[in-house]
């Protein structure tokens, strides 16, 4: 599945905000449905008022909401308001900036930091930040307003990104991320001790058909994207474990679902369920230490740690490596105390 967003249809008014290219093995599915998979915040009651109204096409014709999806269907979603995150504000927000040179640099984002203006995320981002310290950032992704980014990471994972400064770098970059050739190595601390000390998982990720503000893996295929997340066990500490994880592909929240899809649920992980007792006993003792870690680390406990790739001009290879953040490391630490003690 292609998907390229936020295109201007000057010719009916309207603006495209989302088109999806079916891919070549998509199984006969509503299209309500398929677009819910597809378009993160849409309830099915606005897809379906899109189609009624005709905003919704399929190969540039409308469709009612019973319209099954086909192999290499091209489907458009058009509003009569340009898309918001065209509007990217200059703002003077700190950066940490572990490496820079002519062509691109690497930055360690905190927690809490969104990647990219977003629906809900309009202003404190890291673009928003970008675009303030770096003048004529080079765009991609057919046309979208992206500036320098070539990869992202979750709103509450902290963690290395390499922004592109010039355009070559920005295609470079690009070509060794579709190539899954990056090397990317992330910490997770998850909840219980995986079954094997290291291991590979392989699933496709998509859009949960039952909740479209998560993603679901489908090891059958019928949905998603490929993706692939090789992991090891660093650190077992009986109620959580700290993992390694190395991604060949880069889906959205591809750790998260892999490691829940194990019964290895990121710790404090809010949208995944992590945020419960998922390991341990019922005493309220004991889930009181669990809350206590919980506002120790008050999101999901998963850090970009290292990053590898080519350099688009040198071409050498440089890799980057970050300390695991003060939160993790300082609640590691509560539960070695508390296992200690039992």
């Known amino acids: 599945?292609?998907?390229?967003?936020?295109?201007?249809?000057?010719?009916?008014?309207?603006?495209?905000?989302?088109?999806?290219?079916?891919?070549?093995?998509?199984?006969?599915?509503?299209?309500?449905?398929?677009?819910?998979?597809?378009?993160?915040?849409?309830?099915?009651?606005?897809?379906?008022?899109?189609?009624?109204?005709?905003?919704?096409?399929?190969?540039?014709?409308?469709?009612?909401a019973n319209y099954k999806v086909k192999p290499h269907d091209i489907i458009t979603v058009s509003m009569d308001a340009p898309p918001r995150d065209n509007e990217i504000v200059p703002q003077n927000i700190p950066l940490d900036i572990i490496y820079e040179d002519d062509d691109l640099l690497v930055v360690n984002k905190p927690a809490g930091m969104v990647v990219h203006p977003a629906h809900g995320n309009w202003d404190g981002t890291l673009v928003n930040?970008?675009?303030?310290?770096?003048?004529?950032?080079?765009?991609?992704?057919?046309?979208?307003?992206?500036?320098?980014?070539v990869h992202?990471?979750?709103k509450d994972t902290s963690g290395l990104l390499v922004i592109a400064k010039t355009d070559q770098a920005m295609t470079h970059l690009a070509k060794q991320f579709y190539d899954h050739s990056i090397e990317r190595t992330y910490a997770a601390l998850v909840w219980g001790e995986p079954k094997q000390d290291e291991g590979t998982i392989v699933g496709n990720i998509g859009r949960s058909l039952k909740d479209r503000k998560v993603m679901a893996i489908y090891p059958d295929g019928s949905q998603g994207k490929e993706a692939v997340t090789h992991y090891k066990v660093l650190k077992k500490i009986r109620y959580v474990s700290l993992i390694q994880c190395n991604l060949e592909t880069g889906r959205t929240h591809q750790i998260r679902v892999h490691l829940k899809s194990i019964g290895n649920t990121l710790f404090n992980d809010e949208t995944y369920g992590g945020n419960k007792v998922l390991r341990g006993t019922v005493f309220s003792k004991y889930e009181k230490f669990v809350?206590?870690?919980?506002?120790?680390?008050?999101?999901?406990?998963?850090?970009?740690?290292?990053?590898?790739?080519?350099?688009?001009?040198?071409?050498?290879?440089?890799?980057?490596?970050?300390?695991?953040p003060v939160e993790m490391v300082e609640v590691m630490e509560k539960w070695e105390g508390y296992v200690n003690n039992e």
């Open 152 to 154: 992202r990471i979750d």
């Open 129 to 149: 930040a970008l675009v303030y310290h770096f003048q004529n950032l080079p765009t991609h992704r057919n046309g979208e307003i992206r500036p320098g980014l």
């Open 1 to 64: 599945m292609q998907e390229f967003d936020e295109e201007e249809d000057g010719a009916e008014g309207l603006y495209e905000h989302h088109r999806i290219v079916a891919d070549k093995g998509q199984t006969l599915l509503r299209i309500d449905k398929f677009l819910m998979t597809k378009i993160a915040n849409a309830s099915r009651n606005k897809i379906q008022d899109g189609i009624e109204s005709g905003a919704v096409k399929v190969n540039d014709e409308v469709v009612k």
């Open 291 to 324: 809350e206590n870690c919980f506002k120790i680390c008050p999101r999901q406990a998963l850090h970009a740690k290292s990053l590898g790739f080519i350099h688009p001009k040198t071409g050498k290879f440089l890799q980057f490596d970050t300390e695991l």
